[in-house]
Every structure is written in C-alpha cells, then in structure tokens.
C-alpha cells in the first residue's frame, strides 16, 4: 500500500481523544457513539485493509454544514453578479419587498408574479404598469426583480435613454446588444414614453419590444403615460409600438398618493424641527 493511500485511510479515520474501538474492532466516535469505520463485504478488501472510512453522525453534521456555508457563499455570489449585470442603477438594489413601506395597494400583484413566476414565464405574461408619477411603479417592478435575482433568475432593468444611447454608441454591434437583451428571461422597461421621440428613436424603441415579442419573454414597462394615450397613439410609429407592449402586457394601474411628494413634505418637516429646536444650554 503506498504512502499517498496510507494517507488516505490514515486522514479519514483519524481518531480523536474521544474516539474508542468498539466490540467489533472498528473505530467509534466518542461524542455521538456511531462507527467512524465499516468492513468491508465479506472476502473484500482494498489495499489490504478489511475495513473503510465511514461517517459518524458528528462528521456528517460538520460536513453538512460546510456544504450548506458553500452552497450560501456560491449563492450569494451569484446574486451579487446578476445584480451587478441586471440593474442600471445601484439604488435599485434597495427596492425589495423588505423594504417596502405598505403604502402601495398593488404590492400584493408584485408577490403574486415572483410565487408563480415559473408559469408567468412559460405563457410569457407581461405588464404595462401605468399612473400618476410617484406611486410606486418602478419600485413595484424592482421589487419583482429583486426578488426573482434572489432565486438566481437573470433580470436586466433599464430604460430607453440608456438603451439609446449604448445603441448610437455601438452601431456595429446594434443586433447582438438588442440579442442581449432578450436573454434575459425578465425585461424590465423603466420610464417608457420619457425618451426622445425622433425618427431613430422611435425605430430602434420598437426594434427592441418587436425582438423581445418574437422571443416570447416576458417584459414589464412602467410608464406615466396614461391607458387613454397608450390605446389612442398620436401617430402611425406610435401605434406600432403600443400595439405591441398591448399584445405582450396586462395594464396595471397605480393609484394613490404621490410617495415622491409625501418624502419631500416629511424631509422638510423635519428640517424645520430641526432648525427651530432650541440648543439646550
């Protein structure tokens, strides 16, 4: 038997100052009392050893454990990289559900597609998440993307100025950039209808919610413009985008108070709290 196999056996049941031999001459772990060795079938042996190394109930508990700690680490940066490539913005990482204030009365709807995520993604159900600025659209949506990277599901959320300006940027690589963005089994459209309305802009708009449709992958656009303009479009490159984002999206409206507004009135309050307060001598 070579010194490396030695080794081996000598490594796997290394025993502790516990550790005892048993009745049947194998080697027993002193803590939780289960054999930290076995025979082999009768007649077998390997290397000229009758018996093998065998988990104790200890061992198996410490190496469970490592493996979960592992599997967590791995997780955890798988997370950090689909998050790192997913979101355009770094405060986006901060719109989870559990930092949600309860304020916005569709969360409920955000629960509802990350549980049945797997079905929303087989029948490609997408949304149009349209009302007034400020309650709670992007946030909504950031939820859902949040939630489903934590699942280590690869989602990208963006918005159209972004996407046009990477786009004039790279002219060569036009098709492959809008390829990358229906690998993404979520697309997340923040804004949509604040970008510039040129000729160009409106042609590679619908080249980018045109190649997602064909793909057949779900998309979310958060939006102010309101279900009247997006069902009556002011000209024919208009139409041809909203009957699209129609085909692909379920509307969503928010209603409620302007949570922007509401920030705003609460910072200043407590500014002038804090500026009348008398200094205690």
Known sequence: MSDYNNAIFRLATEAEPEDYTGEDGLLYCGKCRQPKEAYFPEG???????????ECDCQRKRRETLEAADRERKHREEVERLKRKGFTDPAMREWTFENDNGKCPQMHNA????????????????????????????????CIANALMEREVSVCMTNFALILNDLAASFKDRNEYISRLCSFPLLILDDFGMERGTEYGLEQVYNVIDSRYRC??????????????????????????????????????????????????????????????????
């Open 111 to 142: 629960h509802s597609y990350v549980e049945r995520w797997e079905q929303i993604k087989e029948e490609n159900h997408g949304l149009i998440l349209w009302g007034n600025v400020g309650t709670g659209k992007s946030y909504f949506a950031g």
């Open 216 to 281: 057949g992958k779900p998309l979310i656009v958060t939006t102010n413009l309101t279900l009247e303009e997006l069902q009556n479009p002011e000209d024919t490159p208009h139409a041809r985008i909203y009957d699209r984002l129609s085909e692909m999206c379920t509307p969503v409206r928010f209603t409620g108070e302007n949570f922007r507004k509401a920030t705003a009135q609460a910072k200043m309050e407590r500014l002038k709290t804090l500026l009348n307060r008398k200094e205690s001598l």
């Open 44 to 54: 077998k042996s390997l290397f000229g050893r009758d018996r093998h190394p065998k």
